[in-house]
């Protein structure tokens, strides 16, 4: 191929390859490493980045997944080295791993960009991991490929099959509302998280994993592999084949994060009915690749494209089914017609090629296109006086009678508020109320806790209700589900409308008229708004400073304001 390069058009090469002192004394530091010229000189460098961790479950097996990795690029004529970069684990991290999402990408971003890298393969998958590996990826546009973590095994407990963060949401209603005891939450404890990988369930990890291979940034097949499969370990090292093939031809990382992979990106969420955090990583991911997606585009989108996969916690099934089923090849074949097929990738194919021959084995998992679990996509964008710059709700996981209702706001400060008072019987509330949670987006959480699937009060659980229209600028599990309006921008922290609402206030949401409405004459929201008293900043230094001074609001993405900004970095080499 023309485009071709030579050991001496590496970056690397400006470390290693040249005259001067300093590329003796990386050499010299390369023989301390143990490593015999031949071994790594004119070679591409690969950058494995691992965010593996003891207290990460969803990625405790990629310190076996990096060494598989290792093996490819070796075999194909590399260089590989293996860096440790932050764990986001979405179980254990405080208030949130979003908290922490963009440190992950400057991580990222900095580390590929200070050493001598030519190529660079990501590992993660739970939650942020994905977006945020890609995010940094993309601002310094080498070539990169993504291993994605791989589900976990179904979980199960007696005859059943568990969803992890499901069912955990179903069974500990089901435990208030006195309908189990502490025998079968012990069983369901060893039960519902039986083997290391993210969750299995199409929730925030398996959205962004499928996100990331519709865009072609892993090998074809990759994301629905389950995480203890022979199989992982065979992707991981046909990845590390894979990019130092992609370092030789140049493919760099903005050559597959086009508009068109992102416009396929949203399509392939809106169709697996994926995680509503997906709106968000995917408005920052594109941000970084210089690529405008807004809030419009999946309300455009999902207007387009059925929800044909049937996997909790829309549907029934859980990953290890779709993998089998034909896994994202085999989905994607079913959506060809609104999907733009002569898009490069990294296994050198076009997305066309890729799949050709595809094929879905279990139409009850991945569904006919005639056959749909609903008519359009699984998330809507609202807008109103209550959410002028938008707000997502995923319709497909609510109860139908409840897309279009007007009911009395009860009003939550804040979610430690919520948690003291929500089983307060003096709050009467009714299964009409909508519970509104204020101060707990980007800035107020902070970090967009995933407060968003508002608990119902335990006296409505026993009378049987499940659902109820609930909103905040919160976010919510993608493993959640009910009418749960999110994302609200801008948000009450900063004097959204969100902050002016009072307990008693008529709030109008209906789906189908993508409208979110504070039933409030304007001038009593002047009034309001007039008396509106902004909060303290939260944090005097460190990190959090950092945030709360440069965190952008959900329709933007929350990316860093320093961070999105189009504009070029020095090369290292060049000062
Ligand atoms: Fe890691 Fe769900 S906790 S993906
Ligand atoms: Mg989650």
Known sequence: MSTRRTPEELRSHQWYGTDGLRSFSHRARTRQLGYLPEEHLGKPVIAILNTWSDINPCHVHLRDRAQAVKRGVWQAGGFPLEFPVSTLSETFQKPTPMFYRNMLAMETEELLRSYPVDGAVLLGGCDKSTPALLMGAASVDLPTVFVPAGPMLPGHW?????????????????????????????????????????????GTASTLTAAAEAMGVTVPGASSIPAVDSGHDRMAAQSGIRIVELVWQQLTLSKILTAEAYED?????????????????????????????????????????????????????????????????????????????????????????QLD???????????????????????????????????VIKHIAAEPHLLRHTGPAVVFDDYKEMQRTINDPALAITADHVLVLRNAGPKGGPGMPEYGMLPIPDYLLKQGVRDMVRISDARMSGTSYGACVLHIAPESYVGGPLALVRTGDAITLDVGARLLHLDVPEEELTHRRAEWTPPPNRFGRGYGALYQDQITQADTGCDFAFLSRQGDVPDPYAG
């Open 158 to 202: 007696r005859d059943e099959i568990l969803g992890s963060g499901t069912d955990m949401w179903k069974y500990w209603d089901d435990k208030r509302a006195g309908l189990i005891g502490d025998c079968e939450m012990a069983e369901l404890e060893n039960g519902l998280a039986r083997s290391p990988g993210h969750c299995m369930t199409m």
């Open 265 to 353: 990106a949203v399509a392939t969420v809106l169709a697996l009915g994926g995680s509503t955090n997906a709106v968000i990583h995917l408005i920052a991911m594109a941000g970084r690749s210089g690529v405008e997606l807004s809030l419009d585009d999946f309300d455009r989108i999902a207007r387009t494209v059925p929800v044909l996969a049937n996997l909790r916690p829309g549907g029934q099934y859980l990953m290890e089914d779709f993998h089998f089923a034909g896994g994202l090849p085999g989905f994607l074949s079913r959506l060809t017609d609104v999907l733009h097929l002569d898009r490069p990738t990294v296994s050198h194919t076009s997305m066309r090629e």
């Open 357 to 391: 021959g595809a094929l879905v084995h279990n139409a009850e998992v991945i569904r006919e296109r005639d056959n749909p679990l609903a008519e359009e996509g699984g998330v809507a964008v609202l807008r109103g006086n209550l959410c002028p710059d938008g707000a």
